[in-house]
């Protein structure tokens, strides 16, 4: 498996929903990212996970909060979230030289 | 001072042309060098990276790097309409970070 995948591809939620984010690999990559873009934007940077444990919070409001349960899965957590968090949802994943593989996205609009 | 600038575009060549990226870093610290294309819609997926000064090629890609200059570069030879993307340079900085440029649309005219 050579992949990086998320779930769902799509989500719509309301202000006041709990949703997750869920993220996998299985190339036995040990660093996990979540990044999230908007339009004509690029990738931001939100959190850095290096042995299941968290090493970077990019300052992420705390409605966002990340876990990774073990080394193959990163979930994120999202509460009480506001409009303008609409955006792509991307997780990454590296082996540890530095490359990142992303996976396919989720596409999060919050009404 | 913006940390990666990629040069204006959007950048239009015709099918078979030579596309020329180009991509500036301010962190003299950076070791390490990547190109992310992008299909609207999708994800970023890695084409190319480089660590050392020179050139490296991988089929109709050549990545060009000089430190020196803290100037990275992109070079799509036979462009092809399925080149049409937008590409994203990412030098790494502190911690093995990944700082991305605006990124650069490429369109390639049949």
């Known amino acids: 498996d050579t992949e990086v995948t998320q779930t769902p591809k799509h989500l719509v939620m309301g202000m006041t929903n709990k949703k997750s984010l869920k993220c996998e690999q299985h190339m036995g990559h040990r660093a996990m990212y979540w990044y999230k873009q908007k339009a004509k934007k690029p990738p931001e940077l939100m959190f850095v996970?290096?042995?299941?444990?968290?090493?970077i919070n990019e300052s992420v409001p705390s409605r966002f909060s990340p876990e990774c349960p073990n080394s193959s899965l990163l979930n994120l957590h999202l509460h009480a979230l506001q409009p303008e968090d609409s955006a792509l949802y991307l997780c990454?994943?590296?082996?540890?030289?530095?490359?990142?593989?992303f996976g396919p996205g989720t596409r999060l609009t919050v009404l | 001072q913006k940390e990666v600038e990629q040069n204006s575009g959007p950048l239009s060549v015709p099918e078979g042309a030579i596309a020329s990226l180009n991509c500036t870093y301010s962190?003299?610290?950076?070791?390490?060098f990547f190109w992310y294309r992008q299909y609207s819609g999708k994800s970023p997926e890695l084409i190319m990276f480089?660590?050392?000064?020179g050139d490296k090629e991988d089929g109709r890609f050549t990545a060009q790097l000089n430190k020196a200059s803290q100037y990275v570069s992109l070079l799509i030879r036979d462009s092809q309409p399925s080149d049409s993307a937008t590409y994203l340079c990412?030098?790494?900085?502190?911690?093995?970070?990944?700082?991305f440029g605006k990124g650069i649309t490429l369109s390639v005219r049949p």
């Open positions: 990412a030098p790494t900085g502190a911690n093995s970070k990944l700082t």
């Open positions: 962190d003299r610290g950076s070791q390490s």
């Open positions: 480089i660590y050392s000064n």
């Open positions: 996970y290096s042995y299941e444990k968290l090493s």
């Open positions: 990454a994943s590296s082996p540890g030289g530095n490359e990142q593989f």
